[in-house]
């Protein structure tokens, strides 16, 4: 996207992430582990507003939001509490929905991010981290405006939510989709938030260009989704502007499929709400239990990027790759206590990564100790680099250990003298490419070279056959 | 400390219109006839006025914020059993397939 129609755009996100690493709804013991499993097989008293039943708050809840606050610089309040917020919609068991307004547990924090024109660095202002209970699933036969009803799983109900709601300090899809990077990549370190679950994340945006209303859009459910509602919304508001009509304020809704944002018809204000304190909760008071967080509080991804950049000197986007996920940060920590940083990152996260990804495997598939086997085969000159991506990619086809690949597959490197007379008997058999080569061919080395591959089968390194080649060739031995 | 406060503008001056009475039905999802509309705005402006007259005292107090002295009352994270899915739909007047059957709502 150009620079000019990234002019004027301000974009604000509200992001609801569910603190799916828990083992429990947010007010009731119902558990999380719902994802696979049949509708309403997950549900209670409490979480199905069933007369007389009453909430009792997840305490590690409650830890999990003030680790999130912390980690987006917020200031924890002394005092705060939930609300009921009202509306009648089959997602709501009980017709409101228990949520923090005033007295939020968190304002007022940043996060900085990268700009999208590349031009430094952007700091996010963080209007608040607030607790709240996800809603229902409902599920529409054929299109939303078609069916003609609507079918409600509460098996979601209750799941622990955090809405984090951000200034309108965006200025494009692109810086949008970064920043909602930055927070997974934070909570997925917090070890609060697995980001690959169904649901685990959704996005409201509002957006409006320069001096323009806003519109709001809902039903945002992925990075990509975000980064392509937007892109859409700016090019919707462009053309209201062109035709010279006004953008009017609005919700709108996001239609995955279609990639386009739809008007939504609604009669609701914020005071039609009717936001109330939840009597059936009390406040709380948990500034006493901000130190123990704070110093329990991981090492987070940028602290890490740049710790990595300085002790173990590896590249500026070898530590970038790295620390995308805190599993492979640790494993490169693991490996580099035994190799070289530098040579362990390259292997990393040029092969390793690239292998994995296109197995669709986590890190969790290799174990560290062979990783650490073969990097000290190649260092120390037993296979070539071609043989210890060969024990990687066995490994991860056919399992094994590295030692035992080695001699399954011949991966040994063949020792000098070896090479030495496969370069001695390819240049007495290959006088025509000698010619070619004398004559300022240079591809005719490179036959050469794999002629002498050829004859070791693979197993010389084509560095030392070069080598061999050129220092017969410049010696005129032939 | 600067704590984000969403006012609830109390429009306590303004009167109550039969428009209005349909509007918090319809947020209620409650279909009310022209006679019932008229007859709500009056008994809700009766409510309002009443509410009225309690403004007018002078007050300094902290609002209170919850009728019990407590505060922090948790449990731990631990999942222990739930509904089996009969009984969860036990109430339902309708329902397909395990899940609760509600009208389309737009």
Known sequence: MSARTEDGVIIGLEIHVQLNKLHSKLFCSCGLDYHNAPPNTHTCPVCLGLPGSLPVLNRSAVKSAIKVALAMNCEILP???????????????????????????SVNGYLAIERGDGQGIRRIRINRVHMEEDPGRLVHEGTIDRSKFTLVD?????????????????????????????????????DVFDGDLDGAIRVDA????????????????????????????????????????????????????????????????EHDYRYFPEPDLVPMRVMDWVPTIRETLPELPEAQ?????????????HAASLTLDPKLAQFFEDVSAAIDPKLSASWIVDVLKGELNYRDLEIDSFKTADMIEILKLFSDDVVTEKGAITI???????????????????????????????????????????????????????YLVGQVMKKTRGRADPQDART??????????? | MAIPICTMTPERKRMITPEEVEHIGWLARIKLTGEEKEQYAEQ?????????????????????????????VFRDDIASGSLEQDAALANAPNKKEGFFKAPRIM
Not at chain 1, 162 to 189: C, G, Q
Not at chain 1, 210 to 227: D, F, P, Q, T
Not at chain 1, 245 to 257: G, I, K, S
Not at chain 1, 417 to 445: H, M, P
């Open chain 1, 154 to 190: 509460y098996n979601r109900a209750g799941v622990p939510l955090l809405e984090i709601v951000t200034e309108p300090d965006l200025r494009s899809p692109k810086e949008a989709r970064k920043f909602l990077n930055k927070l997974r990549n934070i909570l997925e370190y917090l």
């Open chain 1, 305 to 317: 990027r740049t710790r990595f950049l300085k002790d173990y000197g590896i590249t500026g986007n």
């Open chain 1, 206 to 269: 509002n957006i409006s260009l320069a001096g323009g209303e806003r519109a709001e859009v809902k039903n945002i459910s992925s990075y990509k989704g975000a980064e392509r509602a937007l892109s859409f919304e700016i090019v919707r508001q462009r053309n209201v502007l062109r035709r010279g009509e006004v953008v009017v304020q609005e919700t709108r809704h996001f239609d995955e499929l279609r990639g386009v944002t739809v008007s939504m018809r609604t009669k609701e204000t």
């Open chain 1, 79 to 105: 005092q705060t509490q939930f609300y009921r917020k009202n509306y009648y919609y089959p997602d709501l068991p009980k017709g409101f929905q228990v949520t923090q307004y005033d007295y939020p547990i």
């Open chain 2, 44 to 72: 809700m402006n009766d409510i309002l006025d009443y509410f009225g007259k309690v403004d007018e005292i002078t007050t300094d107090v902290e609002p209170t914020y919850h009728v019990l002295e407590l505060h922090n």
């Open chain 1, 392 to 446: 990687i990619r066995t490994i991860l086809d056919e399992g094994g250990t590295p030692d035992r690949i080695v001699s399954e597959k011949e991966l040994a490197k063949v020792k000098e003298d070896v090479v030495t007379s496969a370069v001695d008997e390819v240049l007495s058999e290959c006088t025509d490419a000698i010619a070619d080569y004398r004559c300022g061919e240079a591809k005719a080395l490179n």
């Open chain 1, 468 to 478: 061999g080649l050129l220092e017969k060739l410049d010696s005129n031995e032939t």
